[in-house]
């Protein structure tokens, strides 16, 4: 029988869903992170494919899927050879960026995509999963959480982020703001150091640093993360005004950009890119 481990207080459960619970309500931490933690080591999982897109969670085979829909066959061989398939990728890539190809949904209404009676299907199936939401909430609220659980979680948190910037890796929306680097065909280093601080991109042509930020990790204003909790959010947004400071102070452009709105607004952030690089 499968054992589940919990990676912050080694209690052993013999099923995903009770490890999921006990998770998040002892721990706090969200099922979608919970599900990279136990089945893919905390990190993003990718498709398998090279376009380094996030796959999602496959409910019925209990693991993520090794593709996103689609992109399998560029691996075997069949419609696509490994280098039309490589190539196909790197034009895909650059279009999107450059915003010459949109998503076809992209503005469109719910009823306009799936048809009126499956958009209500849809809706009132969200609407009775946020109503059993906030029944748990609300059946949680009060209840006394460990504090040395709490903080378990927030160092291993606060591990994997800085194992992961040490290591060299992208993140996920940093590996977006190289594509668009890529596709405006701009010369740039990655990690630039300036006076003992690290800055995500540097464009020596225009002396200009890009900074990637995270909504969680630098507190977004206007969302729930706003307000510094964590210690790791804490020494971030001091930093975050430090190197502001330092940016202007030897004569640098700095652009900072939300993490949130790489994912979801990117032709306005090209636009922002293109008008202070032109």
Not at 100 to 113: A, N, R, S, V
Not at 135 to 158: C, D, N, V, W, Y
Request: glycine share 8%; aromatic share 10%.
């Amino acid at each position: 029988m499968q054992t589940f481990k919990c990676h912050l207080c080694d209690k052993e459960y013999d099923n995903y869903t009770s490890i999921s619970l006990h998770y998040r309500k002892s721990h706090e931490v969200p099922s979608e992170v919970v599900r990279k933690l136990i089945y893919n080591n905390g990190e993003d999982p990718l498709c398998k494919c090279g376009c380094d897109d996030q796959v999602g969670w496959n409910y019925k085979e209990k693991k993520f899927n090794d593709f996103k829909h689609g992109h399998y066959v560029r691996t075997t061989g069949g419609f696509y050879s490994s280098e039309g398939a490589r190539k196909s990728g790197e034009t895909r890539r650059h279009r999107y960026a450059s915003g010459e190809k949109i998503h076809h949904h992209t503005g469109k209404k719910l009823e306009e995509i799936v048809g009126e009676e499956r958009a209500i299907e849809l809706k009132n199936s969200l609407k009775n999963n946020m109503n059993r939401k906030q029944k748990i909430s609300e059946s949680l609220t009060g209840k006394p959480k460990s504090l040395e659980h709490r903080e378990q979680m927030k160092k291993q948190l606060a591990i994997n982020r800085r194992e992961r910037l040490t290591s060299g890796k992208m993140s996920k929306p940093e590996r977006i703001m190289q594509e668009i680097l890529d596709g405006i065909g701009i010369d740039y280093t990655y990690q630039y150091e300036l006076s003992g601080f690290f800055y995500d991109f540097y464009i020596p042509s225009k002396n200009l640093l890009i900074e990637v930020d995270g909504d969680f990790w630098h507190c977004k204003p206007g969302t729930k993360h706003e307000i510094p909790v964590m210690k790791e959010q804490i020494t971030n947004t001091a930093n975050d005004k430090k190197k502001t400071a330092i940016v202007y102070a030897n004569g640098y452009t700095l652009l900072r950009f939300w993490e949130s709105d790489i994912h979801s607004n990117r032709l306005q952030v090209i636009k922002t890119l293109i008008e202070n690089l032109g």
